[in-house]
């Protein structure tokens, strides 16, 4: 079994790759060996160096920005795990939706590309002759002779099913009946982290060429710690899952949500980029995010040390320009690297008379515009003045100040700008401006 690594990277990573748990050379040889070909056995053993980073394109509808976004991703990343559909199988019959992916961009844009194939939760039955495993077997050849079709290689089959616990025995059967539909492609799962305490597991990694861990979830209740992910966590989970001695991927989130959950604290649909639901009245709306200098702490620790298992770091999701709920390119590139993104916002003027007031993002990561901008002159009378949407304005003793009006702030992403007002005057003068935290 091997992580997957293409061959150029490979050999890059490989070599810069330090055994720090081990003393003998042969021995150090031995482990990045079976880093490449098989996996190491020893739990204790860690490595250092550069992660392989791939990222998912998660989107069903290839928009100009979708396509715009294959191509940055294959200049940036590692590869791309492209969506391919997603089934719903709870209802009366199945449901299929298909991205509309544009075969022959793919093969233009995406050089190293995967596609995966995402089951929604379904309670089973599980077998190996039943309408819902031969949709989901006709689907995955459908999706596999399409990229074949349009001359385009994948690398990679991921199949997507967030099974319960309870259900994994049975889940296997599904693996069994796409293993020899999707080889000799590599075939791999997402795993949830509860599954590495079930004595099913190790069986159930046994039949894919490998898994991707997801440390990251929409918490399913509202409680006062709940988070997208916890960085604690996610480290005990990779130590874990090491244990195994099987080779494995670490899926983490670019992305924030908005969260509706009931009266009784229970979750009942999450709102992304491209899924707005429409909550009953008296749902409580709870927004995650992913903390980007947490999960920027976390890749630099593990560059310095991990296990010898943990191959890759794949992103969800890569970042698309009409996105409004994902990080942008600087904020990924700036964690990727394993260091906080830079903040820093700035105060721009424009013209001479009227002054047009701006804050400009000239960080790497979105900022919360919870701030006032006061503006101060001398020696002249201002005439005219107007605040923009989304904000007011008081005048004091030749002073303007600005203030947010939005109850959660405004939000502006590395390299936007949010223009906020102008004053006019009634001679040309020039305004010292200063931005203040609204607490």
């Given at each position: 079994?091997?992580?997957?690594?293409?061959?150029?990277?490979?050999?890059?990573?490989?070599?810069?790759?330090?055994?720090?748990?081990?003393?003998?050379?042969?021995?150090?040889?031995?482990?990045?060996?079976?880093?490449?070909?098989?996996?190491?056995?020893?739990?204790?053993q860690t490595i250092s160096g550069p992660l392989r980073?791939?990222?998912?394109?998660?989107?069903?509808?290839?928009?100009?920005?979708?396509?715009?976004?294959?191509?940055?991703?294959?200049?940036?990343?590692?590869?791309?795990?492209?969506?391919?559909?997603?089934?719903?199988?709870?209802?009366?019959?199945?449901?299929?939706?298909?991205?509309?992916?544009?075969?022959?961009?793919?093969?233009?844009?995406?050089?190293?590309?995967?596609?995966?194939?995402?089951?929604?939760?379904?309670?089973?039955?599980?077998?190996?002759?039943?309408?819902?495993?031969?949709?989901?077997?006709?689907?995955?050849?459908?999706?596999?002779?399409?990229?074949?079709?349009?001359?385009?290689?994948?690398?990679?089959?991921?199949?997507?099913?967030?099974?319960?616990?309870?259900?994994?025995?049975?889940?296997?059967?599904?693996?069994?009946?796409?293993?020899?539909?999707?080889?000799?492609?590599?075939?791999?799962?997402?795993?949830?982290?509860?599954?590495?305490?079930?004595?099913?597991?190790?069986?159930?990694?046994?039949?894919?060429?490998?898994?991707?861990?997801?440390?990251?979830?929409v918490p399913i209740s509202a409680g006062t710690n709940?988070?997208?992910?916890?960085?604690?966590?996610?480290?005990?989970?990779?130590?874990?899952?090491?244990?195994?001695?099987?080779?494995?991927?670490?899926?983490?989130?670019?992305?924030?949500?908005?969260?509706?959950?009931?009266?009784?604290?229970?979750?009942?649909?999450?709102?992304?980029?491209?899924?707005?639901?429409?909550?009953?009245?008296?749902?409580?709306?709870?927004?995650?995010?992913?903390?980007?200098?947490?999960?920027?702490?976390?890749?630099?620790?593990?560059?310095?040390?991990?296990?010898?298992?943990?191959?890759?770091?794949?992103?969800?999701?890569?970042?698309?320009?009409?996105?409004?709920?994902?990080?942008?390119?600087?904020?990924?590139?700036?964690?990727?690297?394993?260091?906080?993104?830079?903040?820093?916002?700035?105060?721009?003027?424009?013209?001479?008379?009227?002054?047009?007031?701006?804050?400009?993002?000239?960080?790497?990561?979105?900022?919360?515009?919870?701030?006032?901008?006061?503006?101060?002159?001398?020696?002249?009378?201002?005439?005219?003045?107007?605040?923009?949407?989304?904000?007011?304005?008081?005048?004091?003793?030749?002073?303007?100040?600005?203030?947010?009006?939005?109850?959660?702030?405004?939000?502006?992403?590395?390299?936007?700008?949010?223009?906020?007002?102008?004053?006019?005057?009634?001679?040309?003068?020039?305004?010292?401006?200063?931005?203040?935290?609204?607490?």
């Open positions: 079994m091997t992580c997957g690594f293409r061959e150029v990277k490979k050999t890059e990573i490989l070599r810069s790759l330090r055994v720090t748990s081990v003393t003998s050379p042969l021995t150090k040889l031995a482990c990045i060996a079976a880093l490449a070909f098989g996996g190491c056995h020893r739990s204790e980073q791939r990222g998912y394109l998660w989107q069903r509808d290839w928009t100009p920005a979708v396509v715009d976004a294959l191509g940055e991703a294959d200049r940036r990343l590692d590869g791309v795990v492209i969506l391919g559909a997603e089934i719903h199988l709870a209802g009366k019959k199945p449901e299929i939706a298909k991205a509309t992916i544009d075969w022959d961009v793919a093969k233009r844009e995406g050089e190293h590309l995967a596609l995966a194939l995402r089951v929604a939760p379904f309670a089973g039955p599980f077998r190996s002759d039943d309408a819902p495993v031969q949709v989901i077997v006709d689907l995955a050849k459908q999706l596999l002779s399409d990229a074949r079709a349009h001359d385009v290689t994948l690398e990679e089959f991921q199949f997507d099913f967030d099974c319960a616990q309870k259900n994994l025995r049975s889940y296997r059967t599904w693996l069994l009946a796409l293993k020899p539909i999707v080889q000799p492609t590599r075939f791999v799962i997402t795993v949830l982290p509860a599954w590495l305490n079930d004595s099913a597991f190790r069986k159930l990694v046994r039949e894919v060429d490998g898994y991707v861990l997801q440390v990251h979830s709940a988070k997208l992910s916890d960085a604690r966590l996610a480290r005990e989970w990779v130590r874990k899952a090491a244990r195994f001695g099987i080779p494995f991927e670490v899926a983490l989130p670019t992305y924030r949500c908005a969260a509706g959950y009931g009266p009784d604290g229970r979750l009942l649909s999450v709102a992304m980029d491209s899924v707005q639901p429409v909550w009953p009245p008296g749902t409580r709306v709870l927004e995650f995010g992913a903390n980007a200098d947490e999960i920027a702490a976390l890749v630099s620790d593990w560059q310095k040390t991990r296990p010898l298992q943990l191959c890759e770091l794949i992103w969800y999701r890569v970042p698309i320009a009409t996105d409004k709920r994902n990080w942008r390119w600087p904020t990924l590139a700036a964690v990727m690297a394993g260091r906080p993104p830079k903040h820093q916002l700035t105060v721009r003027q424009e013209g001479e008379n009227p002054i047009d007031l701006s804050i400009f993002n000239a960080g790497e990561a979105d900022e919360q515009l919870n701030a006032n901008l006061s503006a101060t002159w001398n020696g002249a009378g201002l005439t005219a003045s107007d605040a923009l949407a989304g904000w007011n304005m008081n005048l004091e003793n030749s002073r303007a100040i600005f203030r947010v009006t939005a109850s959660r702030g405004l939000r502006l992403p590395p390299g936007a700008t949010r223009r906020i007002g102008w004053l006019r005057f009634d001679r040309t003068t020039t305004l010292e401006t200063e931005l203040s935290t609204n607490k």
